[in-house]
């Protein structure tokens, strides 16, 4: 990924106010701006100074002031914690070009970019970069006016053929967005996404005017209007992206629609935004936020940032240390917690011949304590899942799951040629790094081996390694792997197409009845009739277990107590910083 050169910046603690640590820089270079990072601790008044690609190393404060006076850069400093900085940690984007960014890289992206409406806890529609969204009486023509308050970074106009251009570039095939699924809806998405319309002008996508833009679904789709509410669908710069392609997310060529503008990057190390000054909704509080990069596991990183007070808000915690907080009587002051429509699980690669007798599939399923397991593995911090949709979630229903114990399990696994797995390959099951996973791996590992005689080996990748290997499962098989789903928009869609039908994880499930339902229920306007549809699909889906549910994660933040106003949105598991205050 093109990244621009940075200056040369020195960090220092020189001195301590209170409880924070005094942080200066020199910059080289008479016009480099200047990039606040928060403290590293490496001891207060000690002169110890850390550059970002080397070693540290000791000089003394009178040398600083040495080097200050024959150089020509320039000295700022600043408090960490300071009223108008929000510090975090957060796991390496993968993409920060919205239109590619559809796993943990939203949780950036969606700072800088904006939807045209967010999905509220009403099931409404909220305006954002929009000012109405109607749906004409055909039910498929939807005609989106835009709010033309709401302006690029740079202060240019954020005109309908920018959607246009970036709703077709998610969908044109040498993009290979994962984001295309959510826009399938739209007449002939899927044909020129899929490469067998050349054509994009015939998808139906069109901006009408400098501030209209149309949509046309290839048939009556209701949940479409929950879609218009993702944070994966936003509007690039076309001018720009055709001025310097893959570069125009370059600090020094990006610009952004949403609250915060990006005004430094350095892979693997941090990301800083300032409050957009262009933004049409209500400004940010808080108009700086400090992002370091995790190196290693994202969570244990965040509290341990968090505890030294160098971050203000960490959205996950390790699982071995969630009891210790619950039992601290100050940071359980500061833990908040929050159920999710939201499911983990091990999955089968339905490819693989192996897996094709759905008495393995089934015995290996009623073989796991999930119990015991969600307790090993997340310590309290989730729920014991029977079913892979949530019950949150329409026609969703933990009673569709397969019953049986232990033995039955055996008897299965008997019944299809593997006695006490007797001549069973040995499985292995890959994973992230992330969320515990490894754990959750381990858990199971030991489960089929003690109770089925079935052996595994685990093979644990890095997240964004991780993501990678799953997107190119899709030519290329596998044996297990732990995936998981949060809930995009509150309706069953998201779950029996987009994840399933989609084959969104390269789970490579088919089956001929369970899709049939799907589109039926895809199709009916009658909400008595789609829902009968889906739960008929659910209870298809469990019975055929392509995937073995494990839990449902429950959201772990902690905030300090200086920041106010943090709002945690349900579906994705999303936080937007413009709505933060601190005192």
């Not at 399923?365 to 892979?388: C, M, P």
């Not at 949060?486 to 039908?501: E, K, Q, R, T, V």
Request: with cysteine; aromatic share 8%.
């Amino acid at each position: 990924m093109h990244q621009a050169s940075q200056p040369e910046v020195w960090k220092c603690t020189l001195a301590k106010k209170g409880n924070e640590n005094m942080l200066c820089a020199i910059n080289e270079g008479n016009n480099s701006p200047f990039s606040r990072t928060s403290a590293v601790r490496h001891g207060k008044g000690t002169g110890k100074f850390q550059h970002p690609h080397k070693w540290t190393s000791r000089v003394s404060v009178a040398l600083l002031a040495s080097a200050l006076a024959l150089s020509a850069g320039s000295l700022q400093c600043a408090f960490a914690g300071s009223q108008d900085v929000l510090r975090m940690i957060v796991a390496e984007p993968r993409f920060m070009d919205p239109n590619l960014a559809s796993d943990t890289s939203i949780y950036v992206n969606a700072q800088l970019f904006q939807p045209l409406a967010r999905l509220g806890d009403d099931g409404q529609l909220h305006m954002l970069q929009a000012k109405s969204i109607e749906l004409d009486s055909d039910g498929r023509t939807w005609l989106i006016t835009l709010n033309p308050d709401y302006k690029w970074s740079n202060g240019e106009p954020i005109t309908a053929a920018d959607w246009e251009y970036s709703w077709k570039r998610i969908l044109d095939p040498k993009t290979a967005s994962e984001v295309a699924v959510f826009l399938s809806d739209i007449e002939k998405a899927e044909a020129y996404n899929k490469g067998e319309l050349s054509d994009a002008s015939q998808v139906g996508i069109k901006a009408i005017d400098q501030y209209t833009l149309q949509v046309v679904t290839g048939k009556a789709a209701p949940h479409f209007r929950a879609k218009l509410g993702l944070p994966y669908l936003t509007p690039v710069p076309k001018a720009l992206v055709e001025k310097f392609g893959d570069a125009w997310i370059s600090t020094e060529h990006i610009v952004s629609n949403g609250p915060y503008k990006l005004v430094s990057r350095v892979n693997d190390q941090s990301i800083v935004m300032e409050a957009n000054p262009y933004y049409g909704g209500v400004k940010p509080n808080i108009s700086r936020v400090e992002m370091t990069v995790a190196s290693g596991d994202l969570c244990a990183a965040q509290l341990r940032a968090y505890e030294a007070d160098e971050i203000d808000f960490a959205t996950c915690l390790p699982s071995q240390d969630i009891a210790r907080i619950k039992a601290d009587p100050d940071l359980s002051n500061e833990l908040n917690s929050y159920s999710l429509p939201a499911s983990e699980w091990v999955h089968f690669d339905m490819a693989n011949p192996r897996w094709a007798n759905k008495r393995i599939r089934h015995a290996l399923s009623l073989a796991i304590d999930r119990k015991a397991l969600v307790e090993a593995s997340s310590g309290g911090g989730a729920q014991a899942a029977a079913t892979i949709v949530p019950d949150s979630i329409l026609r969703g229903s933990s009673e569709d799951a397969i019953r049986g114990s232990v033995k039955d399990a055996q008897k299965l696994l008997a019944e299809a040629g593997y006695p006490d797995g007797k001549g069973f390959p040995q499985i292995t099951i890959t994973t992230s790094s992330d969320n515990g996973r490894p754990l959750i791996a381990q858990v199971l590992q030991q489960m089929w081996s003690e109770n089925l005689g079935i052996e595994s080996s685990i093979d644990v990748l890095e997240e964004n390694a991780y993501r990678a290997w799953v997107q190119s499962r899709k030519t290329d098989g596998y044996e297990m792997a732990i995936s998981g789903w949060w809930s995009d928009y509150a309706d069953p869609m998201n779950w029996f197409g987009d994840l399933i039908i989609s084959d969104f994880r390269q789970n490579h499930f088919s089956n001929a009845d369970f899709a049939a339902l799907v589109e039926k229920a895809n199709t009916e306007v009658n909400p008595a009739k789609r829902s009968e549809a889906f739960r008929l699909a659910n209870k298809k889906l469990e019975d055929e277990q392509p995937m073995i549910a494990i839990n449902h994660p429950t959201s772990l933040w902690m905030v300090k107590p200086r920041i106010d106003g943090l709002k945690h949105e349900g579906t994705l598991d999303m936080y937007h910083l413009e709505e933060a205050t601190s005192r």
